[in-house]
Protein backbone atom coordinates (compact mmCIF):
# COMPACT_ATOMS: atom_id res chain seq x y z
CA UNK A 1 0.00 0.00 0.00
CA UNK A 2 1.33 3.68 -1.14
CA UNK A 3 1.64 6.41 1.83
CA UNK A 4 -1.43 8.10 -0.54
CA UNK A 5 -3.41 5.15 -0.05
CA UNK A 6 -2.77 4.82 3.56
CA UNK A 7 -3.52 8.50 4.27
CA UNK A 8 -6.74 7.87 2.33
CA UNK A 9 -7.76 4.65 4.38
CA UNK A 10 -6.94 5.81 7.58
CA UNK A 11 -8.57 9.70 7.12
CA UNK A 12 -11.56 7.64 5.50
CA UNK A 13 -11.91 5.38 8.40
CA UNK A 14 -11.50 8.36 11.06
CA UNK A 15 -14.37 10.46 8.97
CA UNK A 16 -16.72 7.54 9.16
CA UNK A 17 -16.56 6.73 13.30
CA UNK A 18 -16.37 10.78 13.21
CA UNK A 19 -20.15 10.56 12.28
CA UNK A 20 -21.57 9.28 14.54
CA UNK A 21 -20.41 12.45 17.10
CA UNK A 22 -23.68 14.08 15.60
CA UNK A 23 -25.93 11.84 17.09
CA UNK A 24 -24.80 11.22 20.31
CA UNK A 25 -24.75 15.02 20.77
CA UNK A 26 -28.20 15.19 19.71
CA UNK A 27 -28.81 12.48 21.84
CA UNK A 28 -28.21 14.42 24.89
CA UNK A 29 -30.22 17.70 26.70
CA UNK A 30 -27.38 19.67 28.91
CA UNK A 31 -25.88 23.10 27.29
CA UNK A 32 -23.09 22.20 24.75
CA UNK A 33 -20.88 23.91 27.46
CA UNK A 34 -21.22 21.40 29.81
CA UNK A 35 -20.86 18.16 27.01
CA UNK A 36 -17.74 19.69 25.87
CA UNK A 37 -16.33 19.78 29.49
CA UNK A 38 -16.95 16.36 29.78
CA UNK A 39 -16.18 14.81 26.86
CA UNK A 40 -13.06 16.63 27.07
CA UNK A 41 -11.91 15.27 30.45
CA UNK A 42 -12.77 11.77 28.56
CA UNK A 43 -10.59 12.56 25.42
CA UNK A 44 -7.92 13.10 27.50
CA UNK A 45 -8.29 10.06 29.60
CA UNK A 46 -8.35 7.92 26.64
CA UNK A 47 -5.66 8.94 25.27
CA UNK A 48 -3.36 9.82 28.28
CA UNK A 49 -4.69 5.60 29.11
CA UNK A 50 -2.97 4.87 25.64
CA UNK A 51 0.58 6.93 26.37
CA UNK A 52 1.07 5.20 30.01
CA UNK A 53 1.90 2.17 27.62
CA UNK A 54 4.66 3.93 26.02
CA UNK A 55 8.06 4.26 27.11
CA UNK A 56 9.58 7.48 28.83
CA UNK A 57 11.75 8.64 26.31
CA UNK A 58 8.50 8.32 23.66
CA UNK A 59 6.42 10.55 25.98
CA UNK A 60 9.32 13.06 26.38
CA UNK A 61 10.20 13.23 22.44
CA UNK A 62 6.15 13.61 21.45
CA UNK A 63 6.25 16.75 23.87
CA UNK A 64 9.52 18.50 22.86
CA UNK A 65 8.29 17.97 19.48
CA UNK A 66 6.74 21.21 18.30
CA UNK A 67 5.49 22.02 21.84
CA UNK A 68 4.21 25.54 20.84
CA UNK A 69 2.51 24.42 17.72
CA UNK A 70 1.11 21.89 19.69
CA UNK A 71 -0.42 23.70 21.97
CA UNK A 72 -1.58 26.55 19.32
CA UNK A 73 -3.58 22.70 17.42
CA UNK A 74 -5.15 21.55 20.62
CA UNK A 75 -6.53 25.01 21.31
CA UNK A 76 -7.86 25.46 17.37
CA UNK A 77 -9.68 21.93 17.58
CA UNK A 78 -10.42 22.75 21.35
CA UNK A 79 -12.51 25.25 19.97
CA UNK A 80 -13.64 23.56 16.70
CA UNK A 81 -15.57 21.08 18.67
CA UNK A 82 -17.34 23.78 20.90
CA UNK A 83 -18.31 25.58 18.22
CA UNK A 84 -19.00 21.54 16.31
CA UNK A 85 -21.36 20.56 19.27
CA UNK A 86 -23.10 24.17 19.90
CA UNK A 87 -24.04 24.23 15.97
CA UNK A 88 -25.42 20.24 16.52
CA UNK A 89 -27.34 21.36 19.41
CA UNK A 90 -28.76 24.79 17.71
CA UNK A 91 -29.55 23.62 14.17
CA UNK A 92 -30.02 20.23 12.02
CA UNK A 93 -27.30 18.37 11.72
CA UNK A 94 -27.40 18.09 8.02
CA UNK A 95 -27.00 22.56 7.94
CA UNK A 96 -23.79 21.39 9.99
CA UNK A 97 -21.83 18.91 8.55
CA UNK A 98 -22.87 20.22 4.56
CA UNK A 99 -21.08 23.50 6.20
CA UNK A 100 -18.07 21.67 7.29
CA UNK A 101 -17.81 20.05 4.14
CA UNK A 102 -16.42 23.10 2.64
CA UNK A 103 -13.44 22.89 4.86
CA UNK A 104 -11.39 22.22 1.87
CA UNK A 105 -11.71 26.04 0.75
CA UNK A 106 -10.71 27.22 4.09
CA UNK A 107 -7.57 24.83 4.29
CA UNK A 108 -6.76 26.00 0.38
CA UNK A 109 -7.18 29.51 1.68
CA UNK A 110 -5.30 29.71 5.10
CA UNK A 111 -2.41 27.30 3.53
CA UNK A 112 -2.16 30.16 1.04
CA UNK A 113 -2.07 32.69 4.04
CA UNK A 114 0.18 31.09 6.07
CA UNK A 115 2.45 29.46 3.68
CA UNK A 116 2.32 30.61 0.37
CA UNK A 117 1.04 27.47 -1.29
CA UNK A 118 0.01 27.87 -4.36
CA UNK A 119 -4.33 27.29 -4.73
CA UNK A 120 -5.14 24.88 -7.65
CA UNK A 121 -7.57 26.05 -10.06
CA UNK A 122 -9.90 22.97 -9.07
CA UNK A 123 -10.07 24.56 -5.53
CA UNK A 124 -10.68 28.13 -7.38
CA UNK A 125 -13.51 26.29 -9.19
CA UNK A 126 -15.26 23.99 -6.79
CA UNK A 127 -14.77 27.30 -3.94
CA UNK A 128 -17.22 29.09 -6.74
CA UNK A 129 -20.21 26.01 -6.29
CA UNK A 130 -19.42 25.44 -2.61
CA UNK A 131 -20.47 29.46 -1.90
CA UNK A 132 -23.75 28.95 -4.06
CA UNK A 133 -24.41 25.91 -1.93
CA UNK A 134 -23.43 28.06 1.54
CA UNK A 135 -25.62 30.93 -0.06
CA UNK A 136 -28.90 29.01 -0.35
CA UNK A 137 -28.76 26.96 3.04
CA UNK A 138 -27.70 30.48 4.91
CA UNK A 139 -30.86 32.09 2.91
CA UNK A 140 -33.17 29.89 4.53
CA UNK A 141 -36.17 31.36 6.28
CA UNK A 142 -35.52 29.80 9.12
CA UNK A 143 -35.42 30.82 12.87
CA UNK A 144 -32.70 32.86 14.54
CA UNK A 145 -31.62 29.80 16.58
CA UNK A 146 -30.88 27.90 13.25
CA UNK A 147 -29.30 30.64 11.91
CA UNK A 148 -26.41 31.58 14.49
CA UNK A 149 -26.08 27.30 14.49
CA UNK A 150 -24.90 27.80 10.99
CA UNK A 151 -22.59 30.60 12.11
CA UNK A 152 -21.39 28.21 15.08
CA UNK A 153 -20.72 25.58 12.29
CA UNK A 154 -18.48 28.00 9.66
CA UNK A 155 -16.33 28.95 12.59
CA UNK A 156 -16.38 25.27 13.32
CA UNK A 157 -14.94 24.29 9.92
CA UNK A 158 -12.81 27.54 9.99
CA UNK A 159 -10.88 26.55 12.91
CA UNK A 160 -10.75 23.23 12.03
CA UNK A 161 -8.80 23.81 8.91
CA UNK A 162 -6.74 25.99 10.42
CA UNK A 163 -5.25 22.94 12.94
CA UNK A 164 -5.02 21.20 10.04
CA UNK A 165 -3.33 23.16 7.71
CA UNK A 166 -0.53 23.64 10.51
CA UNK A 167 -0.77 20.03 11.03
CA UNK A 168 0.09 19.08 7.33
CA UNK A 169 3.40 21.52 7.59
CA UNK A 170 4.20 19.90 11.28
CA UNK A 171 4.18 16.07 10.23
CA UNK A 172 6.31 14.93 13.40
CA UNK A 173 3.78 15.84 15.92
CA UNK A 174 2.40 12.91 17.73
CA UNK A 175 -1.75 13.09 17.11
CA UNK A 176 -2.46 10.72 19.73
CA UNK A 177 -0.30 13.66 22.13
CA UNK A 178 -2.19 15.98 20.26
CA UNK A 179 -5.95 14.50 20.55
CA UNK A 180 -5.23 14.38 24.58
CA UNK A 181 -4.11 17.79 24.79
CA UNK A 182 -7.06 19.00 22.34
CA UNK A 183 -9.16 17.35 25.29
CA UNK A 184 -7.48 19.40 28.03
CA UNK A 185 -8.01 22.72 25.83
CA UNK A 186 -11.42 21.64 25.38
CA UNK A 187 -12.25 21.22 29.44
CA UNK A 188 -10.48 24.33 29.98
CA UNK A 189 -12.45 26.54 27.56
CA UNK A 190 -15.47 25.19 28.23
CA UNK A 191 -15.51 25.08 32.24
CA UNK A 192 -15.49 29.07 32.30
CA UNK A 193 -18.97 29.32 30.08
CA UNK A 194 -20.62 26.53 32.34
CA UNK A 195 -23.20 27.40 35.27
CA UNK A 196 -22.54 23.81 37.49
CA UNK A 197 -21.43 20.88 36.66
CA UNK A 198 -23.93 18.27 37.12
CA UNK A 199 -24.89 15.80 34.77
CA UNK A 200 -27.29 13.26 34.50
CA UNK A 201 -26.36 9.40 34.27
CA UNK A 202 -27.94 8.80 31.03
CA UNK A 203 -25.80 11.65 29.61
CA UNK A 204 -22.56 10.66 31.16
CA UNK A 205 -22.69 7.56 29.90
CA UNK A 206 -23.00 9.00 26.05
CA UNK A 207 -20.64 11.40 26.56
CA UNK A 208 -18.60 8.69 27.83
CA UNK A 209 -18.67 6.67 25.00
CA UNK A 210 -18.29 9.79 22.79
CA UNK A 211 -15.16 10.94 24.55
CA UNK A 212 -13.54 8.17 25.07
CA UNK A 213 -14.01 6.02 21.63
CA UNK A 214 -15.11 7.95 19.19
CA UNK A 215 -13.67 11.62 19.54
CA UNK A 216 -10.00 10.27 20.44
CA UNK A 217 -10.08 7.19 17.82
CA UNK A 218 -11.59 9.09 15.00
CA UNK A 219 -9.52 11.91 15.48
CA UNK A 220 -6.02 9.96 16.27
CA UNK A 221 -6.88 8.19 12.57
CA UNK A 222 -7.67 11.50 10.99
CA UNK A 223 -4.60 13.12 12.12
CA UNK A 224 -2.38 10.14 10.84
CA UNK A 225 -3.83 10.12 7.59
CA UNK A 226 -2.88 13.78 7.64
CA UNK A 227 0.91 12.34 7.35
CA UNK A 228 0.18 10.96 4.36
CA UNK A 229 -1.82 13.53 2.25
CA UNK A 230 -2.63 17.18 1.94
CA UNK A 231 -4.56 19.49 3.93
CA UNK A 232 -6.89 19.66 1.40
CA UNK A 233 -7.27 16.04 0.74
CA UNK A 234 -8.09 15.70 4.08
CA UNK A 235 -10.80 18.13 4.38
CA UNK A 236 -12.30 16.82 0.93
CA UNK A 237 -12.93 13.30 2.54
CA UNK A 238 -15.03 15.11 5.52
CA UNK A 239 -17.96 14.44 2.44
CA UNK A 240 -18.13 10.61 4.27
CA UNK A 241 -19.34 12.39 7.06
CA UNK A 242 -21.28 15.24 5.00
CA UNK A 243 -23.12 11.78 4.22
CA UNK A 244 -23.44 9.38 7.29
CA UNK A 245 -24.24 11.86 9.93
CA UNK A 246 -27.41 13.38 8.62
CA UNK A 247 -28.36 9.61 7.95
CA UNK A 248 -28.02 8.56 11.53
CA UNK A 249 -29.82 11.14 12.71
CA UNK A 250 -32.75 10.36 10.74
CA UNK A 251 -32.75 6.63 11.10
CA UNK A 252 -32.41 7.25 14.90
CA UNK A 253 -34.45 10.89 15.27
CA UNK A 254 -36.61 11.16 12.15
CA UNK A 255 -34.65 14.66 11.89
CA UNK A 256 -35.45 15.66 8.22
CA UNK A 257 -33.52 19.05 6.87
CA UNK A 258 -35.29 21.92 4.79
CA UNK A 259 -35.47 21.79 1.09
CA UNK A 260 -33.24 25.00 0.88
CA UNK A 261 -30.21 22.35 3.05
CA UNK A 262 -31.35 19.64 0.06
CA UNK A 263 -30.41 21.69 -2.81
CA UNK A 264 -27.65 23.50 -1.23
CA UNK A 265 -25.75 20.88 0.53
CA UNK A 266 -26.67 18.97 -3.26
CA UNK A 267 -24.27 21.33 -4.98
CA UNK A 268 -21.85 21.16 -2.43
CA UNK A 269 -21.60 17.36 -2.23
CA UNK A 270 -21.81 17.21 -6.17
CA UNK A 271 -18.93 19.64 -6.41
CA UNK A 272 -16.92 17.20 -3.55
CA UNK A 273 -17.48 14.61 -5.48
CA UNK A 274 -16.28 16.04 -8.54
CA UNK A 275 -13.44 17.58 -7.18
CA UNK A 276 -11.95 14.99 -5.14
CA UNK A 277 -12.14 12.63 -8.35
CA UNK A 278 -10.19 15.06 -10.03
CA UNK A 279 -7.52 15.49 -7.54
CA UNK A 280 -7.34 11.45 -7.61
CA UNK A 281 -6.91 11.28 -11.07
CA UNK A 282 -4.83 14.47 -10.99
CA UNK A 283 -2.29 12.15 -8.34
CA UNK A 284 -2.19 9.25 -10.68
Known amino acids: MTNNA ?17 LFIKFTTVSPFLFSFYIGIFMFVSMAST ?37 VK ?4 ANVVIIFSTAALFSALFAYLFYREKISKNIIYASFFMFVGLFIIFNDKLEIGSIKGNIYALLCTAFFATSYVILSKYKEMNRVVLTAFSGIALSCISIFFCENLVIDLKTLTIVMTMGLLISPISRVLIGNGAIYISASEVSLLMIIE ?41 GE
Request: aromatic letters at 12%; glycine letters at 6%.
Open 6 to 22: KGLALTSLGVFIMSLES
Open 51 to 87: LIFKKKEFIQKALKTSFPMLIVCATLMGTSNIFFITA
Open 90 to 93: TTTV
Open 242 to 282: TMMAPIWVWIFLNEVPSSYTFIGGSIIIATLIVNSIYTLKK
